[in-house]
């Protein structure tokens, strides 16, 4: 006989997403804190907001929908007027006979559903999304608010009369200072920042130039202009940041770094902030750092099946070295922390040394480099071995030091991750004998190499059927039939994915496991070349074939993977 339920609680319990002591722990919080259980559950991390809306709409017998999976057509949106969606925190979904259903977070929200059939005149029914998710569909739909953008705010700026200087503060013509903390730099600083986090890009680029200011958004891996500031609005611009990054504001010929704590919407953002001085005033670049791209699983970086079972048997080895190689930007802390949260259980001790901390992982503990008292990475592994961890995270090999330091850590028992900057992963082995550790410690410590780059993936909302050009066909070694069997596809540009025919990005990977006869040709001293080939002769799938495949699925295009990897004589492509 089957029980009666009291709340969504008891579907999470019964799917197993959270244990009875989360949620009593959730529900006391809640008690406390005058909160909702669900929020308290989010707040915790013992469930996603997905998770408590799911399990509502469920209970409630309601429709759950992912704005992000779904297209809502124009004319539903039009039924809508764009306050009230705003007001209210709702979105129109679909028709259905005479009625209109929207998208709602709260489902007992019954004064919202009663003022909505009074505006729209018409019957109203509720399906359930996510309120963070809402918000952002609101914004990709409707657009920004009308004067609260940035670009609608530069032009405002354009057309004052007011002269901001160079000299961060005073007015051109000598008389009062510029409050950089006024509201119209305040607001604008804020919405540049609102306005890269809606576009999901990853850092903000302020360049200064002799009769221009450049800002740039990098959107999935590529830099995108938007409109410029005037020139004499600079130093109001860079004096905000600074006060927000707690800089040195008369500091103007030294670099400087620092961080920023911001909140857009309902999320909690790290900026990492350097600032350079060059020739024509000072250059600023805010790196985003968004806790939820984090979250990500092994299994969803991109990894072909082969790679993924080899790396899961490689950070499952109780010693050793795990080298993830590939430029800045490539996504090697993202494989990295998505390796150490799964390794993260309450029976081992996880420490790591970076250079900066980039994003704090609960239960882990985390040390930041700080040269400027002696606090460098192999300083840091020394004292870390005291602390008799399982697993160790050094933030890169830079020098001979660091690497000897890791290689004895590895040799006396312990798990060690770090990244090297090398083109592909047959060269981080012999990086490190170039970099002064002896051929036969690198041999007998390094039990695996991950090389990886990021391609942008197909929008999935207009991404189509697509057979690229002959030639390019025969670049790359497709036969045409092939192509045409395959399922090749290519993005036509949308809304979506702010007409690119790209939304987010996923890795190339080649894996390259260290075999008894590879850690032979470390031993003897032997060329990267020599170790690739060997690599490749054991079953080593390169990044430029793992690319070719990921083309062939549609999850990204032969142009995409030309950007990004280079086809080497070794890069043969097979065929049944």
Do not use: W
Request: net charge neutral; hydrophobic share 40%; charged share 30%.
């Amino acid at each position: 006989m089957s029980t009666r339920m009291k709340d969504f609680t008891d579907i999470l319990l019964r799917k197993g997403v959270v244990s009875l002591d989360q949620l009593s722990e959730a529900e006391r919080m809640a008690r406390e804190a005058n909160m909702k259980t669900g929020d308290c559950l989010v707040k915790l991390g013992y469930a996603t907001e997905e998770d408590v809306m799911r399990a509502t709409a469920k209970f409630h017998k309601l429709e759950f929908v992912d704005p992000k999976e779904v297209k809502i057509p124009e004319k539903v949106i039009e039924l809508v007027p764009e306050s009230v969606a705003r007001e209210n925190g709702i979105l129109p979904f679909k028709e259905e006979d005479d009625g209109l259903v929207v998208l709602m977070s709260n489902p007992l929200d019954m004064e919202t559903q009663e003022k909505l059939r009074f505006i729209l005149n018409r019957k109203v029914e509720v399906a359930l999304a996510p309120r963070a998710a809402i918000l952002e569909a609101i914004n990709r739909y409707y657009g920004q608010q009308e004067g609260e953008s940035a670009d609608s705010m530069l032009q405002e700026f354009t057309d004052t009369a007011i002269d901001f200087t160079e000299t961060e503060g005073e007015m051109a013509s000598g008389g009062d200072a510029i409050d950089e903390n006024s509201a119209p730099i305040v607001r604008l600083v804020q919405l540049m920042i609102s306005e890269a986090v809606q576009l999901r890009a990853s850092d903000i680029h302020i360049e200064p130039f002799e009769d221009r200011v450049r800002i740039r958004y990098r959107i999935d891996g590529v830099l995108v202009e938007r409109d410029c500031p005037p020139r004499r609005m600079l130093g109001a611009i860079i004096s905000r940041i600074k006060i927000l990054s707690k800089l040195d504001i008369a500091e103007r010929r030294r670099p400087q770094d620092g961080r920023i704590k911001v909140t857009v919407g309902e999320k909690e953002l790290d900026l990492r902030v350097s600032i350079i001085p060059t020739n024509h005033g000072q250059s600023v670049v805010m790196r985003l750092l968004d806790k939820d791209n984090i979250k990500v699983g092994i299994r969803d970086l991109g990894m072909s099946e082969a790679a993924f079972a080899n790396f899961m048997q490689l950070i499952r080895r109780p010693n050793g070295i795990i080298l993830v190689t590939g430029p800045t930007g490539s996504g090697k802390t993202t494989t990295l922390y998505s390796a150490l949260n799964f390794l993260n259980r309450p029976d081992r001790k996880i420490i790591t040394a970076e250079d900066p901390v980039e994003y704090y992982l609960p239960g882990i503990n985390q040390v930041e480099v700080k040269h400027n008292i002696g606090l460098d990475f192999a300083r840091i592994i020394r004292a870390m071995l005291r602390q008799a961890p399982n697993i160790i995270l050094v933030g890169e090999m830079r020098d001979a030091e660091t690497a000897s330091m890791g290689i004895q850590a590895s040799l006396t028992g312990h798990l060690v991750f770090s990244t090297l900057h090398t083109n592909d992963a047959p060269s981080a082995v012999t990086r490190m004998v170039d970099m002064g550790v002896p051929g036969y410690l690198v041999a007998s410590s390094v039990i695996g190499v991950l090389g990886q780059r990021l391609v942008r993936v197909n929008c999935k909302r207009c991404s189509q059927p697509f057979i690229p050009p002959e030639t390019l066909l025969e670049e790359a070694g497709i036969p045409l039939e092939v192509a045409k069997r395959s399922s090749m596809a290519k993005g036509k540009g949308c809304n979506y994915c702010q007409k690119k025919g790209f939304r987010g990005r996923k890795g190339l990977f080649e894996l390259m496991m260290i075999t008894s006869k590879i850690r032979e040709l470390v031993f003897n001293g032997a060329p990267s070349q020599d170790v690739r080939i060997a690599a490749i002769n054991q079953g080593m799938r390169t990044m430029y074939l793992d690319g070719i495949d990921k083309a062939l699925s549609g999850m990204t295009t032969l142009e995409e993977v030309y950007r990004i990897a280079k086809k080497t004589e070794q890069d043969v492509l097979v065929f049944d």
